[in-house]
């Protein structure tokens, strides 16, 4: 999972013109708003009404999952730990708990993602943060940080609406969140209750198991707001989200998905640059050193999202011939710099392979010296 996150993290767009098309939106997406997004990249691929607020149904709650997720991630609430339940028979998805029973994080979590239960979720945030109001908070502190303009009244999120650009924008933070994909992802799980009862969990979301590439993320539906989705897929180390709000039935959910995710693997392919300590520049020379060369290095792994039709992309290299030392693995010494259609595109530091050290002022003069009498020789 962590190397998937760092290629997540590590893969970019080349600015085209995409974003809100209009009547010349180039998918037959037939829903009331939609978006499309790539990771790392702050504005939208396609999207539809993308900024208009609208009700989500039970996505109301993946802010309250995702900030649980995230506390899971940095170690403050342990899977093992056992919780006390206060909050059963809480309406919509439910893990069937029983007022009164103890349960640890771990089966809470796995029903608080899988099928996004209303009791699980409760129970977490008032175990693992002290009561549901300091939850509250934390989860607004969540939305903050993401730039999702919302303010929640409950935990659940009764009552409030999000844009599908505010989904995507959740949906980007739940990609990177290890516990959330590592459920999000799963169709069918159990949990055993205290005495052995257990309750089976079937994830809603078909694209997991019908769209290939596809891990999560999370769906909801309700009668009068419509179907709702955030789905992820990753194909070729690139990653795309896709928010659709009120489809009118779940198949038009998924065929509105997958018809983005099929427009943006049809449209785009991935071009490395760079890998993390790959040898960009070998034997470059260096004067003054313990070495006549070092090789320069990326200490990134880096990748363009291009139009198929883009053409070739270039490299110059924009490093002093020579260096001089001393040279240290930590200090950047040039850049590679990549152009396509003679514009620059994407710059990727470079670093000497290995330090370099610089020679005493004796041999200094010696290595003068001996260039000197070699020349007018």
Known sequence: MRRFLSVLLTVFILLMPLGTWGDQDPVSVNVPAYCLSLPGREEPMLDKKGSEAMAVAGLRKLPAVLTLCRAFDKGLISESTGMQVHAASIPGPTAFLESGERIDAGSLLMAA?????GDAIVTLGENAFGSESVFLNNIQVTLKELGVDRVLTDCLGTGVAFSARD??????????????????????????????????????NRMIRSYSGCFGLMTGSQKEEGYTGVFAVKRQEVVYVAAIIGAKSSEARFAAAGALFDYAFATFQPVRITGAQEVVAPDWPVLYGDRDAVDLVAHEDASLLLAKQAG??????????????????????????????????????????????????????????????????
Not at 113 to 117: C, E, G, H, L, Q
């Open 167 to 204: 989904l995507c924008a959740l949906g980007t933070a739940a990609v990177k969140s290890e516990h959330f994909c590592r459920w999000s992802g799963q169709y069918m799980e159990h949990i055993v209750h205290a005495g052995g009862r257990e309750t089976e969990l079937v994830n809603a």
């Open 312 to 377: 070739k992309v270039d490299r110059r290299l924009d490093v002093p011939d020579p260096l001089i030392a001393p040279l240290f693995t930590e200090d950047p010494v040039g850049n590679a710099v990549f152009t396509l259609g003679g514009e620059e595109v994407y710059t990727v530091a470079l670093y000497p392979a290995t330090d370099v050290i610089s020679h005493s002022l004796l041999d200094l003069l010696k290595r003068i010296g001996a260039d000197y009498l070699r020349r007018a020789g």
């Open 113 to 117: 993602v899988m099928i996004s239960a």
